[in-house]
Every structure is written in structure tokens, then in C-alpha cells.
């Protein structure tokens, strides 16, 4: 079993920066990659970012590359997303998955385990 808990969320005006974290227990030794995914009301959980705990290679959605930044610390077992030129269109529930498998870190069906997600609200 693996536990995530996000932590950083909160009010944020447009234009302004937010860290989350993403704080892991249990067999985390052996997950593949950690995600970023995020949920508006009246939307699809849609993805943000991952990273591969081997070679660090990362992944963005197009909305978000160039302003959102992950990266993580294996000897903390943390994961953190950090994100710049926040928009209203940001606001969204946003979660923390652990991944097991090899590819396809875009889609929420790769990611074996998800936290409770953390509010994040852009003020305009």
C-alpha cells in the first residue's frame, strides 16, 4: 500500500505562485513515476505533470508547460509541483498519483494510487 498526502494549496491571485507537495508512504521504492492531475468542478480529473523516479524525465499538459515545474526528492520520498503566472483557469482541485507502470503517465488509469487532493483557487 502507498499513501499520498498534498500539502500548499490555497488562495492564490492571478499572476502569483503556488508549491504543492506530495508526501509518500509505504512501497514507494518501487513506483515507476509520480503524477500531478487536477479537477474543476463540472470537469474530468485531467493530467498536469509526472516524473520518472528513474532519470527524472518529466511530463506537462500543453496548459501548463513553460509556467508549472515538478520535481521530486527520492531521499524524502516528495514529490513538488511548482507553478508560476497563475491563471483563473488554474483553480482546481489538484491530486498526487503513484504510478507502476511503464508509459502512458497522461492518463489517470496508469497511476495505481492517488492522494485526497488539495484546493488550489486563482483569484482574478
Known amino acids: 500500500q502507498v499513501q499520498l498526502v498534498e500539502s500548499g494549496g490555497g488562495l492564490v491571485q492571478a499572476g502569483g505562485s503556488l508549491r504543492l507537495s506530495c508526501a509518500a508512504s509505504?512501497?514507494?521504492?518501487?513506483?515507476?513515476?509520480m503524477g500531478w492531475f487536477r479537477q474543476a468542478p463540472g470537469k474530468e480529473r485531467e493530467f498536469v505533470a509526472a516524473?520518472?523516479?528513474?532519470?527524472?524525465?518529466?511530463y506537462y499538459a500543453d496548459s501548463v508547460k513553460g509556467r508549472f515545474t515538478i520535481s521530486r526528492d527520492n531521499a524524502k520520498n516528495t514529490v513538488y509541483l511548482h507553478g508560476n503566472s497563475l491563471k483563473p483557469e488554474d483553480t482546481a482541485i489538484y491530486y498526487c498519483?503513484?504510478?507502476?507502470?511503464?508509459?502512458?503517465?497522461?492518463?489517470?488509469?496508469?497511476?495505481?494510487?492517488w492522494g485526497h487532493g488539495t484546493q488550489v483557487t486563482v483569484s482574478s
Open positions: 509505504g512501497r514507494t521504492s518501487s513506483s515507476v513515476a
Open positions: 498519483a503513484a504510478s507502476y507502470s511503464i508509459g502512458g503517465y497522461l492518463a489517470p488509469s496508469a497511476y495505481a494510487y
Open positions: 516524473i520518472r523516479r528513474s532519470g527524472g524525465n518529466t
